[in-house]
């Protein structure tokens, strides 16, 4: 099968063709960027409104499909900001009406950990999911997607792209924040806070600018920001690998583009003897991508929805959807 997603819970918006095999036969994506500050939710969605036509024509023109070898249109329902949601939803009722094809409302979280399972053929991983507004530790189990352990205040990524505006820079910090690090020689003292299998970053928002104010270096500040937060995040997958007896982890979310975050999870699931996998950077971000391939799974297991059923959800989370495919059809390495 050959489904169409489009993706629109944030920043970017974002169309991709994806086969039957998760092969990326189109992908097409086009990033706001506020011009300071954080994200201003109507203005991301009115980008969006822009955007994404010519993002539809684009994904499907690089696949080489026409609409009428699509089986499917695929959503992002939520989690999201609702006029970001509101856009793409829009826009794919409008294909599923024009092509008569099923709509296919999809996750945004499931979808990051469907393809990151599915380009690391690994059967029953582990699932580290940290982007902007989610941090989570995922493992599959009956019927859906298990939250085990997720942040108590704000995602990893909304954490440093508010610290990076803080210190002088602009949306998104992650990959800014890298750059910096690289630079930074001092691993400065700040809180770690791991509670159970949650993490927590507010009290480290706070501590670093109140460093940043009494003279502390920006590289340094980047260097230890990246080597807390990291071993937070590593600490509470080890903890799940360990309790849930996996052989192995998958990345996902924007923040698993981070080296220096990849480099200490594959470390410590090495140690442990088990494998890790990040997916390419192209499809850690937010993708039309992942929502093809997930809504490709959804319908193999005939989970469509009529427009007007298809309302956004935008605080959906991902242990409220079932997953029907890893039970019943043996699609996506499956059990
Ligand atoms: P979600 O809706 O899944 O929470 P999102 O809308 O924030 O995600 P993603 O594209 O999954 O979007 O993640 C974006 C986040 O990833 C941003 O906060 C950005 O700063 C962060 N990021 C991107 N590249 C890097 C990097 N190299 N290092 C650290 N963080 C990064
Ligand atoms: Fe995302």
């Not at 169409?4 to 944030?10: H, M, N, P």
């Not at 826009?91 to 296919?104: F, H």
């Not at 053929?121 to 507004?133: H, I, K, V």
């Amino acid at each position: 099968m050959v489904v169409l997603g489009v993706e629109s819970t944030a920043h970017t918006a974002s169309v991709g063709v994806v086969d039957g095999e998760a092969k990326v036969l189109g992908l097409a994506s086009d990033m706001y960027r506020p011009p300071s500050g954080g994200i201003h939710p109507r203005e991301a969605a009115n980008h969006h409104v822009d955007v994404l036509p010519g993002l539809v024509a684009t994904a499907l023109a690089a696949a080489g499909v026409r609409p009428r070898d699509l089986d499917a249109v695929a959503f992002a329902q939520g989690p999201g900001l609702g006029p970001c949601l509101r856009a793409g939803a829009t826009v794919a009722r409008m294909l599923s009406l024009a092509w008569r094809r099923p709509l296919v409302p999809v996750n945004h979280c499931v979808a990051h950990v469907e393809i990151a399972r599915a380009l690391s053929g690994l059967d029953d991983p582990l699932l580290l999911y940290a982007s902007g507004g989610n941090t989570q530790v995922i493992a599959y189990g009956r019927g859906r997607y298990r939250v085990l352990g997720e942040t108590l205040d704000i995602g990893i990524g909304n954490f440093l792209d508010k610290l990076w505006i803080g210190l002088g820079g602009t949306f998104p910090g992650g990959p800014a924040l890298e750059a910096e690090a690289r630079q930074g020689t001092e691993l400065l003292p700040l809180p770690y806070s791991v509670h159970g299998m949650d993490v927590a970053f507010s009290g480290m928002l706070t501590a670093t600018l109140a460093l940043r104010d009494k003279g502390a270096a920006r590289p340094d500040l980047a260097y230890s920001v990246e080597s807390t937060a990291y071993s937070m995040l590593t600490e509470i997958t080890e903890r799940a690998l360990a309790h849930r007896r996996k052989t192995s982890v998958a990345l996902g979310g924007g923040v698993a583009c981070n080296e220096r975050l990849r480099a200490m999870v594959r470390t410590m699931a090495e140690g442990r003897g088990a494998e890790m996998f990040a997916p390419p950077r192209a499809l850690c971000v937010d993708n039309g991508a992942m929502i093809a391939w997930a809504g490709e799974l959804a319908l193999s297991s005939g989970r469509t929805v009529s427009v007007e059923r298809s309302a956004v959800q935008p605080r959906q989370r991902t242990d409220l959807v079932p997953t029907p495919w890893r039970e019943t059809t043996g699609r996506g390495f499956a059990r």
